[in-house]
C-alpha cells in the first residue's frame, strides 16, 4: 500500500503549493523576460536595445530572484528555482550587466562616418567660401530684414530692443579675449545654433569652441580694410555678414583634425538645408558661420496669438 507522500497526486498538489508560494517572484521574474515590441532597426542595434531593456527590467527586480540556485556565480550562466524536494521548478536566464541609457548618453561618441572600416579617420573637404556664397549671405540678411550695425550707438540700440543677444558663453564656448565687450553679441537664432553646435562637440570632445569674431559695426569694418586685405567690404552686395550679427567666426587654430573633420561633417547637413553657410578661412584659421533665420523652427500661429495677447495684457 503506497503512502500519502509517495502518491503522485499528493506530491503534485504540494509542488503547485510551493510554486504558488513564489509566485509573486516569479510573475515579477515573468515581466522581465517578457518580449518588448521595438520599432524596425538593424540587427546589431535591436540587439543592443533589447538588451538594455530587458537588463534594466531584471535589475529593478533583483529582490525577487530565487535564493537557490545550481549555477556557479556567473553573469552568463542560467539561475534555476529548486523546491524543496529537489525538482527544478522554473529556469530563467541571467541577464549581462549593461550601462543605463543616462551612462549611454552621458558616453562621448564621435560621427561614426568619420572612419572607415579599419578604424582610420576620413576628414571631409574643406568648405571653401566663395563669391557666391558671400553674395548668398547679404540676400539671405536682406530678406531675413536685418539692417547693418553703423556704428557703436546702433549696436546699443539692437541690445536694447533685444534683437542682439549676448554669445551663450559657459563651459561649451569661451570668446577670445581680445573680442571687445560690446561685440560679444549676435542674433538669437545664432546664438541659439552656438548653443546646440558647443553642446555636440563638447559631447565628443570635452573641450570647448572659441568664438574669435561675431558683430561688428561699418565703423570697426572699415578700419578692418585698412589692415586686413581679405577682409569684406563694410557696404554693398558683398558686405560683411558681420555687420548684420547673423555671422560668426569659430577659431580653428586649437581644433585637433579630428575635430576640424567632425566640424565639416556637422556643418555640411545645415548647409544642404539651407539654414546656414560657411566658409572655411586658412589665412584667419576659423569656420565663418552666418545662421539664417530658418535655423529656429517656425512659430505656430496659436503661440503666436498668445503672446500678442501676453503683450497687450502688460501694457494694460
Known sequence: MRTAAADPTVRRVRLWE????????????????????????????????????EARAQSANDDARPLQTNAPDD??????????????????????TIRSIEEEAATPVLLPSLYDERGRLMVPPPLYGSREVLLRQNRMADRDGLSRVQNDAGLLDLRREKKLVPLPVDETLRVDYRLPANRRFSRPWTAQFLIVLARDHYASFH?????????????????????????????GETASPHLTGQAVDIAKSSLSLAEIAWMRAYLEPLIQQGKIDVEEEFQQACFHISVYKNYLPPISPHATAAVRRIEIGSDN
Open 18 to 53: 510551493q510554486a504558488q508560494h513564489n509566485s509573486g517572484a516569479q510573475s515579477l521574474i515573468a515581466a522581465a523576460v517578457r518580449p518588448v515590441v521595438r520599432p524596425p532597426a538593424t540587427a546589431s542595434s535591436s540587439f543592443r536595445a533589447g538588451s538594455r531593456i
Open 207 to 235: 573641450s570647448p569652441l572659441q568664438v574669435d569674431s561675431a558683430v561688428r559695426t561699418v565703423q570697426f569694418q572699415q578700419r578692418l580694410l585698412r589692415t586686413n586685405g581679405n577682409a569684406a567690404p563694410a557696404a
Open 75 to 96: 553573469s552568463s550562466a542560467p539561475s534555476t528555482a529548486i523546491d524543496g524536494t529537489g525538482d527544478l521548478l522554473r529556469t530563467t536566464p541571467e541577464l549581462p
